[in-house]
């Protein structure tokens, strides 16, 4: 296999593994990847108290919003989740960009998420976190490490080391296609045009016991219309949040929760590898987002959405990244939880400009 030279098209790829260096490494020390956790706080020095007191570790800039999931009924025949039966479940979430920064720029990341809680009548609560980006760049969590460490810029350069580059390619092959994404993939221009997906496989269970892998995303109502450059570069500094507050006020946005069902054979413990468009789709109802609101009153700041927590009648995969997942969402809450509770983050979080 020929090594794969460095391309300056990944030059936006590398801004985001930059941004996402923190949260890798804190990451891999919540999942106990390398090391113990003294170890790996001498390894890490301070990374993880660099953080502006009472943000999210990742994703630190988002918005409050609330609405309602009307469900179809479509999904209940395939789960035994109360989401998928009841007329109309309650919804509080958050719409972020992909920045550890809670003051970044909404035009310094092409990544924006959607994090969602729904409280169904039985009391079981559903929470995920889903981002426009398709799929995850590795099939593992080390790999996820792997990449910040080969990605890092020479200081004698500014750039990536190719031969660190080319080693992490031949270890990690399926990280090329994450690279190529990121390098040609449109800029959102609205949080209400973008679709938000689930990397990671789910298990349906249904009442007569029949198993069903399954990946779900947001389609929105809203057409899509990518930035250019150039739309980029006039573009305000806050223009998403401005944009969602705006649209929300002229009335509700829509999102469609689509569930792909995965066929026999296909990758339901690999996040890397995306399931073929053709396969089965199951529209099990409608998000309606009716208000939005600053994180700091808005309702969201003090959930955990750890995706890992679903419902009686969903169950989690046996993917390796999945399984991760808990211990960095459970770091970062804690953590922000405490500098919230000793008020460390009143300043911080009561007058800058939190959006």
């Avoid at 936006?12 to 113990?36: D, K, M, Q, Y």
């Amino acid at each position: 296999m020929q090594p794969l030279k460095f391309n300056r098209s990944w030059i936006p790829f590398l801004g985001i593994a930059s941004i996402v260096g923190a949260l890798a490494l804190s990451f891999a020390w919540a999942s106990g990847l390398i090391g113990n956790r003294t170890t790996t706080r001498t390894f890490l020095g301070d990374t993880l108290d660099r953080f502006e007191p009472g943000y999210r570790r990742a994703h630190g800039k988002g918005i409050c919003f609330a609405g309602v999931l009307r469900s179809s009924k479509a999904a209940a025949p395939l789960s035994t989740a109360r989401v998928f039966a009841q007329a109309a479940v309650p919804a509080i979430g958050r719409f972020s960009i992909g920045s550890a920064d809670p003051h970044a720029a909404d035009s310094s990341t092409p990544t924006v998420s959607m994090a969602l809680l729904l409280t169904a009548d039985d009391k079981s609560q559903w929470r995920m976190k889903l981002n426009n980006a398709p799929f995850f760049p590795t099939h593992d969590a080390e790999g996820f490490l792997a990449q910040r460490i080969a990605f890092e810029p020479d200081p004698a350069t500014g750039q990536p080391d190719p031969a660190h580059v080319a080693a992490f390619f031949e270890k990690y092959p399926e990280a090329r296609k994450a690279v190529e994404y990121k390098a040609t993939a449109p800029w959102p221009s609205s949080f209400a045009q973008a679709q938000y997906n689930v990397i990671n496989a789910f298990i349906l269970l249904a009442a007569d016991g029949k198993r069903r892998p399954v990946r779900w995303f947001m389609r929105p109502h809203a057409p899509f219309h990518g930035l250019s450059a150039e739309e980029r570069a006039r573009a305000s500094h806050d223009f998403l949040f401005d944009d969602i507050k705006q649209q929300v006020a002229r009335g509700p946005a829509y999102w469609d929760l689509v569930l792909q069902l995965a066929q026999p054979g296909d990758p339901v413990d690999d996040p890397s590898q995306p399931w073929p468009a053709e396969r089965e789709q199951v529209v099990a109802g409608t998000l309606e987002v009716t208000s939005v609101r600053d994180q700091t009153e808005g309702g969201c700041r003090d959930i955990n959405f750890d995706p890992t927590l679903v419902p009686p009648g969903i169950e989690l995969s046996n993917d390796p990244v999945l399984a991760a997942r808990a211990g960095i969402y459970s770091h970062s809450y804690n953590a922000r939880l405490r500098e919230i509770g000793f008020g460390k983050a009143t300043d911080a979080i009561g007058e800058r400009n939190d959006k």
